[in-house]
């Protein structure tokens, strides 16, 4: 049978709250703190924790959907077109282990490979971000109160182009080899370069979570947001919400998410009433793809 995404969405926000009051309650003084791929790839036992009570509470609920999570990836896991939950317990976990307040919990579902509901929560401003593909995205400051449409209708001025962007761009923790060497050329170009239409970007931003970039991309609160390598659970929820904003991924491949998604490049773009084309143009002339 089809799935009734509006219930499968409230289900995924009921579990996205949980999740917030689990991340509020750890003292990050005193967890337990581990690696994986190198030794700013970190994992804390709140990440585990928080993932199994997601996935446990998710298969009560809603056996018949499969399951993906950060923490529980094992290499060679392959997204397929079945409905899946893909989910990162916490987006932002540098941010989390040096108590800087802008993390998240990330909760996409995935249907024929392509982001069909996302729901994103930073516990500590209690700010949600949803989206129900088809029907509109959604920012609610705090819980209880209506929630607002996106792009929000306090957005500063219309996209113009590259030249007045406040851009967002990560680090990641893949910072060796070739991926290093893109990375730190792009973050120069963009800085630097005063040829996109006479000017510059306004700014470059690193928040620390790819999630909350595309959330404030969709919320039109950043212009733009470059990456050099995202796993599918950094992203699936922020694409249906940037989708259902009115802005584009450019660069992403949703139709072949090997969640080992490094090297891939993606590039998301907010609303315009023009369309994104011309800025898309101008970043990758700059970046010289
Ligand atoms: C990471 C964060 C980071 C981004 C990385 C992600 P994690 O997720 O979103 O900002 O640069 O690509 O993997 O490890 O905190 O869940």
Redesign the pocket.
């Known amino acids: 049978a089809d799935l009734d995404l509006q219930a499968v969405h409230d289900e995924m926000v009921a579990v996205a709250y949980e999740a917030g009051r689990m991340i509020l309650a750890a003292n990050p003084a005193d967890i337990d703190t581990g690696t994986k791929l190198n030794s700013v ?3 804390t036992e709140v ?1 585990k924790g928080v993932e199994k009570m997601v996935s446990t509470r998710l298969a009560a609920a809603l056996p018949s959907v499969a399951f993906m999570g ?1 923490e529980t990836y094992k290499p060679g896991m392959r997204l397929g077109p079945e409905p899946t939950f893909v989910v ?9 282990v040096h108590s800087l307040p802008g ?1 998240c919990i ?1 909760l996409g579902l995935a249907v024929d490979r392509a982001p069909a509901v996302g729901v994103i929560y930073n516990p500590w401003q209690d700010l949600l971000f949803t989206a129900i593909k088809g029907r509109g995205a959604y920012m609610t400051r705090l819980k209880g109160t209506p929630p607002q449409k996106l792009p929000l209708a306090k957005a500063p001025r219309p996209l113009e182009g590259l030249g007045t962007a406040l851009v967002a761009v ?5 910072r060796d080899g070739p991926n290093f060497e893109l990375k730190t050329d792009v973050f120069k170009k963009l800085a630097g370069s005063r040829d996109i239409g006479g000017s510059m970007v306004h700014s470059l931003r ?8 595309l959330a404030a991309v969709a919320a039109g609160q950043l212009d733009a947001y470059w ?1 050099g ?3 599918a ?2 992203v699936c929820a922020g694409w249906c919400i940037l989708d259902e904003a009115g802005g584009r991924m450019a660069s992403g491949n949703p139709g072949d998410w090997h969640p080992a998604l490094e090297g891939r490049v993606y590039l998301a773009v907010r609303g315009a009433p023009s369309g994104q084309g011309e800025l898309i143009e101008e970043f990758w002339g700059v970046i010289g793809d």
């Open positions: 790839d970190i994992v990440d950060e990162d317990p916490i987006d932002g976990t540098v941010n989390f993390a990330s990560e680090w990641g923790s893949g690193s928040m620390g979570s790819a999630a909350l970039n990456e390598g995202c796993w659970w950094d």
